[in-house]
């Protein structure tokens, strides 16, 4: 079966960047499809400043007719914090034997140990792990000792078992972040090129992000 590629995040706006991390991990990795997961409350970042509809929303429109690119919006059901765990359970539920690959910067990797139950996630998924070129991965500690077990270094290794693995990918920086966006738009700047343009389109009709900081 085919691997499945997820990614979670606020999306707070869903930007460019969130769409070209996805598209180059699938590409490089052999990922059949990309789920983009909208967290509801993220335990590892303020509290989002657009409410879940709307944040489903924008995510839905910026995938537009992107091949291997689809929303999934299972965590903004949910009215207490979202946990990746959880979400990994809830998918084995829903559909068992299927295998997933977690896809995830290499700034998030690092503090990978101070996720909610983070020695569980790996009995449900690979991680694939997105690096800027140059990037170091971490040398001591927790997780970095779970990568000298973990990892393998080109993707049919993720094939021979259903998870459990860890695979780092250089991908083309695109420094594009979430919060110069907001201030941007606070600070009536424009955001072309930073966001799909059905995402500015839905942005513009319903004033989002004016008082942002």
Known sequence: ???????????????????????????????????????????????????????????????????????????????????????????????????????LGMDAFRNFDSWYQWQDILRFCHLGVAARPGSNCPQRGPVAKLLGHSRVTEPKGLNTVPAGKIIIREIPALEISATEIRKSIASKRTISCLVPPKVKQIICEKRLYQDAK
Not at 1 to 24: N, S, V, W
Not at 44 to 51: E, M, N, Y
Not at 63 to 80: K, N, S
């Open 1 to 103: 079966m085919a691997l499945i590629g997820l990614l979670g995040g606020t999306f707070d706006p869903i930007h460019c960047g969130h769409l070209r991390l996805a598209i180059e991990m699938k590409e490089q990795l052999g990922l059949s499809r990309v789920l983009l997961i909208p967290a509801h409350l993220p335990p590892h970042r303020d509290t989002p400043q657009v409410d879940a509809r709307t944040r489903l929303a924008l995510a839905q429109a910026a995938i537009g007719d992107i091949p291997g690119l689809e929303v999934d919006g299972r965590e903004l059901q949910r009215a207490e914090a979202s946990y990746t765990i959880e979400t990994l359970r809830s998918l084995h539920v829903e559909h068992p034997g299927q295998s997933y690959c977690l896809l």
